[in-house]
């Protein structure tokens, strides 16, 4: 799954994010979503997370569930 879709992102999911500093480069970080910063249903740039690290930034895959 991408992350342009609200509903399909829930907390405590394992997904990659590109944050606002590596968006020209494109690299991925992977974490755990603490919660959805976007309101909106869908966004073309993908669902902007914090991750359980404290970590901001839009979601590019959907891995599943985390690991514990």
Known sequence: ?????RA??????LV????????????LTRGT???LLTKSPTHPHGIKVRLTDGQ???VKAVLGQSEG
Do not use: F, S
Not at 1 to 5: H, L, P, S
Not at 8 to 13: E, L, S, T
């Open 1 to 5: 799954m991408d992350g342009r879709k």
């Open 8 to 13: 399909d992102i829930k907390p405590g999911m």
């Open 16 to 27: 990659d994010i590109v944050l606002k500093k590596d968006q020209r480069t494109g690299v």
């Open 33 to 35: 979503v603490a919660n």
């Open 56 to 58: 901001v930034g839009r």
